[in-house]
């Protein structure tokens, strides 16, 4: 290994600690294929991954680089379609100046990167041609010597490589990012806190399919956070549940159901000693969705077929069968949560179509809560209703739930509950932060003026002066004017 690369790969401890170890490529030349170039100090480079031909392909951010693989940094929700060992059909690395690399590659590790919902995914090339390892040196070469220029390790090395000047593709897309960064700085302390406790989360389900272990202590802490911030600050809570709204849907899903179980049951009883046990059984309880990511099923995301949803709905089976090949036992509270939320009164549930008296009042909440949160949300194409039309839909299925469950959850949620996106007669889109004794809002934030579409906004306003943007007209979808909540 060069001078030049040790040091630069001890001034990020960061990446040094994370340096995959991949095999050297028979075509090294002086022993430098052992040498990862870490891309650091603005040396972006994006990559794709395409893990089913055609079907997904998964972006990412290249973290260093050599002539046996590379580490990518990925959306941690883009994680649960790659396993350690799986062959990648394919590569692409996408340097700022426009050239392009690809190469077949093989999953190596997988593990958490930082604290803010991204792994750190090592890939070793493989079945290179004698032309691709050439491009390959070269592009090392170029990077080693382009990471001693921006660090300033070699006086004498002036070289700044014309790989990484960024043509007006790449000039676009750093524009767009360093704007979203200025806006992510907004977000307060809970709304970063829900946020951690969704990454907490995948990095879990990683665990469990990368190293097969139960991190039960990661599962737990998140349990413990949720109860801290509803008992810290209720209404913020609730407010920044809104903002999962761009995590996977299975994420998201977990979060909010079991945030709003933590909320109801402190509500009923501050000193229950099932809480936390009922509430383990919220966020694990979808976790077997995307434990079926296959080349059948390639992501979640998608407007599924009828074959699809048939093998989504065995997640339950397939969770409780990996709890068991882990060697994890659950409390049986936590156990009559993760198998029975989506059971019903009338016997219409799955996956045992249990009735009645054989559901406890812990599942009759979870499953009512469930509900409500699938009919707010967008699902296969279905857009999202309104909370009113959510619950008369509820209320319409006759016997399948609680109907005293149901008058209790509006009770404490309102028809314009927190965290949802009100519409005003002024032309005013704005979060709703807070809701009165009357269940209508008490303070918002204005995020969008419909007549300045293209303009953002960010003003806290309080019942006082809500009249000035008009009078409330409903509860609207954020898809539908292009309001999106931004990832830490």
């Given at each position: 290994?060069?001078?030049v690369?040790?040091?630069?790969?001890?001034?990020?401890s960061?990446?040094?600690?994370?340096?995959?170890?991949l095999?050297?490529?028979?075509?090294?030349?002086?022993?430098?294929?052992?040498?990862?170039?870490?891309?650091?100090?603005?040396m972006q480079?994006?990559?794709?991954?395409?893990?089913?031909?055609?079907?997904?392909?998964?972006?990412?951010r290249?973290?260093?680089?050599?002539?046996?693989?590379?580490?990518?940094?990925?959306?941690?929700?883009?994680?649960?379609?790659?396993?350690?060992?799986?062959?990648?059909?394919?590569?692409?690395?996408?340097?700022?100046?426009?050239?392009?690399?690809?190469?077949e590659?093989?999953?190596?590790?997988?593990?958490?990167?930082?604290?803010?919902?991204?792994?750190?995914?090592?890939?070793?090339?493989?079945?290179?041609?004698?032309?691709?390892?050439?491009?390959?040196?070269?592009?090392?070469?170029e990077?080693?010597?382009?990471?001693?220029?921006?660090?300033?390790?070699?006086?004498?090395?002036?070289?700044?490589?014309p790989?990484?000047?960024?043509?007006?593709?790449?000039?676009?897309?750093?524009?767009?990012?360093?704007?979203?960064?200025?806006k992510?700085?907004?977000?307060?302390?809970?709304?970063?806190?829900?946020?951690d406790?969704?990454?907490?989360?995948?990095?879990g389900?990683?665990?469990?399919?990368?190293r097969?272990?139960?991190?039960?202590?990661?599962?737990?802490?998140?349990?413990?956070?949720?109860?801290?911030?509803?008992?810290?600050?209720?209404?913020?809570?609730?407010?920044?549940?809104?903002?999962?709204?761009?995590?996977?849907?299975?994420?998201?899903?977990?979060?909010?159901?079991?945030?709003?179980?933590?909320?109801?049951?402190?509500?009923?009883?501050?000193?229950?000693?099932?809480?936390?046990?009922?509430?383990?059984?919220?966020?694990?309880?979808?976790?077997?969705?995307?434990?079926?990511?296959?080349?059948d099923?390639?992501?979640?995301?998608?407007?599924?077929?009828p074959?699809?949803?048939?093998?989504?709905?065995?997640?339950?089976?397939?969770?409780?069968?990996k709890?068991?090949?882990?060697?994890?036992e659950?409390?049986?509270t936590?156990?009559?949560?993760?198998?029975?939320?989506?059971?019903?009164?009338?016997?219409?549930?799955?996956?045992?179509?249990?009735?009645?008296?054989?559901?406890?009042?812990?599942?009759?909440?979870?499953?009512?809560?469930?509900a409500?949160?699938?009919?707010?949300?967008?699902r296969?194409?279905v857009?999202?209703r309104?909370p009113?039309?959510?619950?008369?839909?509820?209320?319409?299925?006759?016997?399948?739930?609680?109907?005293?469950?149901l008058?209790?959850?509006i009770?404490?949620?309102?028809?314009?509950?927190?965290?949802?996106?009100?519409?005003?007669?002024?032309?005013?889109?704005?979060?709703?932060?807070d809701?009165?004794?009357?269940?209508?809002p008490?303070?918002?934030?204005?995020v969008?003026?419909?007549?300045?579409p293209?303009?953002?906004?960010?003003?806290?306003?309080?019942?006082?002066?809500i009249?000035?943007?008009?009078k409330?007209?409903?509860?609207v979808?954020?898809?539908?004017y292009?309001?999106?909540?931004?990832k830490?």
């Amino acid at each position: 290994m060069s001078n030049v690369a040790v040091k630069l790969l001890k001034a990020d401890s960061t990446l040094y600690r994370l340096e995959c170890q991949l095999p050297d490529s028979v075509f090294v030349k002086e022993n430098r294929g052992s040498v990862r170039i870490p891309f650091i100090l603005g040396m972006q480079t994006r990559v794709g991954i395409e893990v089913y031909p055609h079907e997904l392909t998964v972006p990412g951010r290249l973290r260093n680089l050599s002539i046996g693989g590379c580490m990518v940094d990925i959306d941690l929700a883009e994680s649960v379609a790659i396993d350690v060992d799986q062959v990648i059909p394919g590569v692409t690395l996408e340097f700022p100046n426009g050239d392009i690399f690809f190469a077949e590659g093989k999953i190596r590790h997988i593990r958490p990167f930082g604290n803010h919902g991204y792994a750190a995914v090592g890939i070793h090339f493989y079945n290179l041609s004698t032309s691709q390892a050439e491009m390959l040196y070269h592009y090392v070469n170029e990077s080693e010597r382009e990471a001693a220029y921006r660090t300033g390790t070699n006086d004498k090395m002036v070289y700044h490589s014309p790989l990484f000047v960024p043509g007006t593709k790449e000039k676009k897309i750093q524009q767009r990012e360093a704007q979203e960064r200025d806006k992510r700085a907004r977000q307060s302390p809970m709304e970063r806190g829900v946020m951690d406790i969704s990454h907490q989360l995948q990095v879990g389900l990683m665990y469990m399919k990368t190293r097969q272990l139960f991190p039960a202590d990661i599962f737990y802490d998140c349990v413990d956070t949720l109860r801290y911030l509803v008992q810290q600050d209720r209404k913020t809570f609730l407010y920044a549940l809104a903002f999962l709204r761009n995590e996977p849907d299975w994420v998201r899903h977990a979060v909010q159901v079991a945030g709003q179980l933590t909320d109801i049951m402190l509500t009923r009883d501050p000193h229950d000693a099932k809480v936390r046990e009922a509430v383990l059984g919220a966020l694990l309880h979808t976790m077997g969705k995307p434990m079926l990511i296959s080349a059948d099923l390639p992501s979640l995301k998608i407007n599924m077929s009828p074959a699809q949803k048939d093998i989504l709905s065995g997640h339950v089976a397939t969770l409780r069968s990996k709890l068991s090949e882990l060697g994890w036992e659950p409390n049986p509270t936590c156990r009559d949560v993760i198998e029975n939320a989506n059971e019903r009164l009338d016997g219409s549930g799955y996956p045992a179509g249990k009735r009645g008296e054989e559901l406890s009042e812990v599942v009759r909440l979870v499953s009512l809560i469930k509900a409500i949160n699938k009919l707010l949300h967008a699902r296969n194409g279905v857009p999202p209703r309104p909370p009113i039309d959510a619950y008369r839909r509820i209320n319409e299925t006759g016997t399948a739930y609680d109907k005293t469950v149901l008058v209790e959850y509006i009770q404490v949620y309102g028809l314009y509950p927190i965290g949802s996106l009100a519409k005003f007669s002024g032309g005013f889109l704005a979060w709703v932060m807070d809701i009165n004794s009357k269940g209508m809002p008490s303070q918002v934030n204005v995020v969008k003026n419909l007549r300045f579409p293209d303009t953002n906004i960010h003003s806290v306003i309080t019942q006082d002066d809500i009249s000035q943007i008009g009078k409330l007209e409903g509860i609207v979808n954020p898809l539908d004017y292009g309001v999106s909540v931004l990832k830490v």
